[in-house]
């Protein structure tokens, strides 16, 4: 591609689209060419603040961009992903990237043989705690994610897998490196017709174990990663975006003096700008991205057994069975941890 700017058209003038819009229009290497959504009032307020043009419908602007954000709602990502795909576009479709693995698929399918970047929105793989935990990761042993926050009615009409979790998965899956063997998954639905808290076990074919959780019916937000190896452990706040590492100095800790802690040095830079940063180096430059579209399928892949795992528990619930008294019992004590004791 020259060197002149790339131009970028953002589906779905959303949250997240209008934070996408914002950005591409401060960008250099781009020039944003467009907001669509069928919203056109809302089209019409995020275009005006990025200075450039609403569309009521994504169709009239695909033949002027050259590539595309897509971030519309996830039931609609493979249709309009699809749309851009064959329309020519590169493009960075936020997580997850489909409903299915078959259309997962598909849009891999279509973007090789269009020889186009396909980028998933993993956000959090451009988190400065993220990148720097990265290099220091030695065959985690054990680890525990959490991601909590407060309900939004937004998201409501995807369960808290698919909206939250699913970074955490995407993040599993690049530090440990291994197949999952197995997955015990608990969960309730409290606020929404999906569930909106849930809690899983994840065991690896390398033998490592990872606990996970995530709520969106917290009443504060917390985003948190913790990572133990034989020789270190690293604790990890992408809120913040700090990481604080102890490494033992000895193979025998007779005391914390043996135990040396670092807080590491981070740049402080929003993920989501590095993020469409890097989309648009791969499109220049012809590089495959960090988040491939393969990432994606795997994170959901994932993702869509957990959710198989959760009806399963609620089949037990429904049974009575002994299993989910005791599923039950343990998440009735996360949730005590998230609100605090009964009164």
Not at 9 to 37: T, Y
Not at 171 to 199: M, Q, R
């Amino acid at each position: 591609m020259s060197h002149s700017k790339i131009k970028v058209i953002v589906m779905g003038a959303g949250k997240i689209g209008s934070h996408h819009a914002r950005i591409v229009a401060s960008l250099p290497d781009a020039q944003l060419i467009g907001v669509c959504d069928p919203n056109y009032w809302r089209a019409q307020m995020v275009a005006w603040r990025a200075g450039t043009t609403a569309y009521r419908d994504y169709r009239e602007a695909l033949g002027k961009a050259d590539a595309a954000i897509v971030a519309v709602p996830t039931a609609l990502h493979y249709e309009v992903g699809r749309a851009a795909l064959q329309a020519g576009l590169h493009c960075l479709i936020e997580k997850p990237i489909t409903e299915t693995i078959d259309q997962s698929k598909e849009l891999l399918s279509i973007a090789s043989a269009k020889d186009l970047v396909l980028q998933v929105g993993h956000v959090e793989r451009f988190n400065p705690a993220v990148m720097e935990a990265i290099r220091h990761i030695r065959n985690p042993r054990f680890i525990t994610c959490e991601r909590l926050g407060p309900y939004d009615p937004r998201v409501a009409s995807i369960g808290v897998v698919m909206d939250l979790m699913i970074h955490d998965l995407d993040i599993l899956l690049t530090l440990v490196g291994s197949e999952v063997k197995s997955i015990e998954a608990i969960g309730a639905s409290l606020l929404s017709p999906t569930e909106d808290i849930c809690n899983v076990r994840l065991r690896f074919e390398n033998g490592c174990i990872a606990d996970v959780t995530a709520s969106r019916i917290s009443l504060s937000k917390s985003r948190k990663i913790r990572i133990f190896q034989e020789d270190s452990y690293l604790s990890l706040d992408y809120v913040n975006a700090s990481l604080k590492i102890a490494r033992k100095k000895a193979p025998l800790v007779k005391s914390l003096a043996d135990v040396e802690v670092m807080h590491a040095k981070l740049e402080k830079k929003e993920p989501l700008r590095t993020e469409l940063e890097h989309f648009l180096s791969c499109i220049r430059h012809r590089h495959q991205p960090v988040v491939t579209g393969e990432h994606g399928m795997e994170a959901l892949r994932l993702a869509l057994r957990i959710t198989e795992e959760l009806e399963h528990f609620h089949y037990q619930r429904k049974q009575g069975t002994e299993a989910w008294k005791g599923g039950w019992v343990a998440l009735e004590g996360l949730t005590g941890k998230l609100f605090g004791p009964k009164v």
